[in-house]
């Protein structure tokens, strides 16, 4: 067996077909209809990788992976969708989605993003902290095609709220931020985790790296 793999979507056809193939790859698959159910799974079993939709009745995709977060910061998901949501999906991205796929699916680049997922290390995860939103967007981007998890934070108290729930290896800083500066925020964080290498960021040329 390849992987455990949880499919949640409320288009049965789209079930069945999608677990066919990945049952065929050597995946072992459980699926739900819909964001509770998945929950409820997520809670009772480990699973590799969950792929979900993010437009479903009821609790959609992005809330469904929020709540998984909220329990168990390692969760791995790949969100998947047939429409362009774009406000749900920067949402998703910001919380530190896997991945966001496009249906029709290429099955290939699913089941490349699957593997590249598992085989990522459990907690190497990057928290990027600056007001900048079009710097986070860029690198979000380069740093998840070089097979890292993301979170972005747009303030100094989001990045310390983030730090409170979920373990990061490194910390991209700016040392500029609204209402604290980087040092500061720092300071906060470096107590709720003590292995953070962090490294500020600066337009005026100064760059700390601390991994201590």
Same mark, same amino acid.
Request: charged content about 30%; proline content about 2%.
């Given at each position: 067996? *390849? ?17 066919? $193939? ?50 168990? @910061? ?15 999906? *920067? ?5 530190? $989605? ?5 249906? @029709? ?42 097979? !890292?998890?993301?979170? $972005? ?6 990045? $310390? ?16 931020? @609204?209402? %604290?500066?980087?040092?500061?925020? !720092?300071?906060?964080?470096? @107590? ?17 790296? %601390?991994?201590?």
């Amino acid at each position: 067996m *390849k992987g455990s793999l949880l499919l949640v979507d409320d288009n049965l056809d789209f079930l069945d077909s999608t677990k066919d $193939v990945l049952e065929d790859k050597g995946y072992q698959v459980e699926i739900a209809t819909n964001g509770k159910d998945a929950l409820i799974l997520e809670t009772n079993k480990s699973f590799d990788v969950i792929l979900m939709d993010i437009k479903m009745p009821g609790m959609n995709g992005v809330e469904s992976y929020i709540k998984m977060k909220e329990k168990n @910061p390692d969760v791995r998901v790949i969100l998947i969708t047939a429409y362009s949501l774009e406000d749900l999906t *920067k949402r998703a991205r910001e919380e530190g $989605v896997c991945e966001i796929l496009y249906k @029709p699916l290429n099955m290939v680049k699913l089941v490349d993003s699957i593997e590249r997922i598992k085989k990522s290390r459990i907690g190497g995860c990057i928290l990027v902290a600056d007001d900048d939103r079009a710097l986070n967007d860029s690198l979000f981007d380069v740093l998840t095609r070089r097979g !890292y998890q993301v979170v $972005v934070a747009n303030s100094g108290e989001e990045a $310390v709220n983030k730090a409170r729930g979920e373990t990061f290896d490194i910390l991209l800083l700016d040392m500029k931020l @609204p209402h %604290s500066n980087g040092l500061e925020v !720092y300071r906060r964080i470096k @107590p709720l985790q003590t292995n953070l290498v962090t490294i500020i960021m600066t337009g005026y040329g100064v760059i700390f790296k %601390s991994c201590v």
